[in-house]
């Protein structure tokens, strides 16, 4: 069992899941609500990942980071080093391949929403921001943990873009899912096996987690 | 507008608002603190936008809203208060009820200016006072249309608001509960003395309640007046046909031996009123409310028959339970001449289709509508 594996993949979906969470809302929030011109054409670049693949995605992810590209290049004058081959890599990575995984089930959720319940809370005096935390979050909260789920067991299981931009380097980017296909190259079939029923039980645990967390309301029966 | 005396103005609410698009709006109306004001008009004629524009959601091109002495919205010096800043209770058609939140809960959502510990406590004292005291930990979904309709007004009111706010508020309940909820509008307006401004289509929900009527069409507020004068003396033949009035003919006054009189095809009718105001040959809209209507008795001439007699033939004739809806035609116009009688004074009168049948117009019920273009839209004349 490569605990060093489990580990980097923890902490990536961890990760993930932490920074798009103000991302998705965000996002979510704001195509939900707001009618502008290019808005058809955000949806389609926040859902682009979704149809690309993955190694396709992984590919332009490792050209963008070279030192050679605008991004790389200022990535590099900023903080000094590269991102081919390293953790934060793959994180920015995986911000990417799982943004429609974060974006889409929020932005439904405030679709649900009716318009007049949020001016309601106004009437009633409450700030936009209290509006926020008071009335609409609890609202979109399934779509929020649904948003989450998605993203935790995404890149749980992603292989390809991580593959592409991080390699397979010892407690830096090899991640469990790739520690299974080195496993199998190797002929370790029951080491392949062992962590194959690591990754299947952590997911299960937690959609499980996330689940019972969204749980049935009592003011849904209605 | 004569201005009703007995009401303080320092509460008032003044809403003057105008644009071209896209919802035209032209509309002046007030209501007084401690009073009633009901926004009537067929569907799209702006009523809920004007609405919404006093609560602040939405922003109109030009005009003023002012409330208790403090400007609202004034377009020109480009001022608008946010609606948390208005304090407006509105009470929304569907509720817009938390669904998240229980009764106290929405309740407790406008209480917010309130110290913490006491919020609860003065939330329960509301929804009490509209009458659901127990049902403080239902949720909107576990409560009967009309039990809803309280726990919006109740939310509405917590926030002690300077002007309340009800669009179609009993549009969404069955007939029994809304008479109770209407009857508890009218008990609880007497304890709060603020303006309420209902909006609704129903013209006899709006007469019930509503101090004054204030009709819409289009956007363009075309009369303010309390129910009874806007039924008798509609301002022109588009307020009458707004407020399902018939009987809206058209004449010319004319001058004869024994002063003016409205000639209306083969007859000189008197009026008790408005005659000087036009001169004669003019053409001019009339109306008529259908109570001002006397029906002859067959074989029993009586006094009121010499008052503007008139021969019609019946060409309608509903009975609608005790009473019976005639309509008459008459040879000159295509105009029907629409009045109501107990069924078994029909009855009695042997009325029937195609009978031809006396009637009076009194003299004081007909109102001349001479600033109003002639024709009217529903049936143009030969």
Same mark, same amino acid.
């Given at each position: 069992m490569d605990w060093t594996a489990l580990s980097v993949s923890l902490r990536l979906a961890g990760l993930t899941c932490l920074l798009l969470l103000p991302l998705g809302l965000w996002l979510g929030r704001t195509l939900a609500l707001s009618q502008f011109r290019g808005k058809p054409l955000c949806e389609a670049l926040v859902a682009l990942p979704l149809v690309m693949p993955p190694t396709v995605l992984g590919f332009y992810m490792m050209e963008a980071f070279g030192v050679e590209a605008p991004f790389g290049s200022a990535w590099q004058s900023l903080t000094g080093s590269g991102l081919n081959f390293t953790f934060t890599g793959i994180l920015i990575a995986s911000l990417v391949a799982n943004l429609p995984f974060a974006v889409q089930p929020i932005q439904r959720a405030f679709e649900t929403i009716p318009p007049n319940l949020r001016e309601a809370a106004w009437c009633s005096g409450l700030s936009p921001l209290r509006t926020l935390l008071r009335i609409e979050l609890p609202l979109v909260w399934p779509g929020l943990i649904s948003a989450l789920a998605l993203t935790f067991a995404h890149t749980l299981g992603e292989f390809g873009v991580i593959l592409m931009v991080g390699g397979a380097i010892d407690g830096e980017t090899r991640t469990l899912a790739i520690a299974i296909y080195d496993r199998v190259q190797a002929f370790d079939e029951s080491g392949a096996a062992v962590m194959s029923a690591m990754l299947l039980l952590v997911s299960f645990l937690t959609i499980g987690v996330v689940y019972g967390l969204a749980g049935r309301r009592r003011w849904r029966r209605a | 507008m004569p201005e009703p005396s007995h009401v303080a103005t320092d509460g008032r609410l003044a809403v003057s608002l105008q644009q071209a698009g896209p919802i035209p709006l032209d509309a002046d109306f007030h209501c007084e603190a401690g009073e009633l004001l009901a926004l009537v &008009?067929?569907? &799209?004629?702006g009523k809920t936008t004007l609405l919404r524009a006093i609560a602040g959601l939405y922003r109109p091109a030009r005009g003023v809203i002012r409330c208790a002495g403090e400007a609202w919205f004034d377009a020109e010096a480009g001022h608008s208060l946010r609606p948390q800043q208005r304090r407006v209770g509105l009470v929304f058609q569907d509720y817009a009820l938390f669904p998240h939140l229980n009764a106290r809960g929405n309740v407790k959502v406008?209480?917010?200016?309130?110290p913490a510990a006491e919020r609860g406590r003065v939330a329960e004292q509301w929804l009490a006072r509209v009458r659901l005291d127990g049902l403080a930990g239902r949720f909107p979904g576990e409560l009967s249309g009309g039990q809803r309709q309280r726990v919006a007004l109740a939310r509405a009111l917590a926030r002690s608001p300077r002007v309340l706010l009800l669009d179609e508020p009993f549009s969404a309940v069955d007939q029994v509960t809304r008479r109770r909820l209407q009857r508890e509008l009218a008990l609880l307006r007497e304890e709060i003395r603020i303006p309420i401004v209902l909006v609704t289509h129903d013209l006899d929900e709006a007469a019930a309640l509503a101090d004054r009527l204030c009709v819409l069409h289009a956007g363009r507020s075309l009369q303010q007046a309390p129910a009874e004068q806007l039924f008798r003396r509609p301002a022109s033949p588009e307020v009458a046909r707004l407020l399902d009035r018939h009987n809206v003919f058209t004449g010319r006054v004319v001058a004869g031996e024994q002063g003016r009189r409205l000639q209306w095809g083969p007859w000189l009718l008197e009026v008790a009123e408005g005659l000087a105001a036009v001169a004669p040959g003019q053409s001019v809209s009339w109306y008529l409310p259908p109570s001002d209507v006397v029906l002859h008795r067959r074989g029993r001439p009586s006094r009121? #028959?010499? #008052?503007?007699p008139v021969q019609g033939r019946v060409v309608e004739m509903a009975v609608l339970g005790g009473i019976t809806s005639v309509a008459l035609a008459f040879d000159h116009c295509d105009d029907t001449l629409r009045f109501e009688l107990p069924t078994h004074a029909a009855r009695r009168n042997g009325l029937a289709r195609g009978e031809g049948v006396g009637v009076s117009l009194l003299a004081a019920g007909i109102h001349l509508m001479p600033d109003a273009p002639v024709t009217h839209p529903e049936s143009p004349h030969r």
């Open positions: - | &008009g067929p569907s &799209g004629s406008a209480l917010d200016h309130l009121g #028959e010499r #008052e503007n």
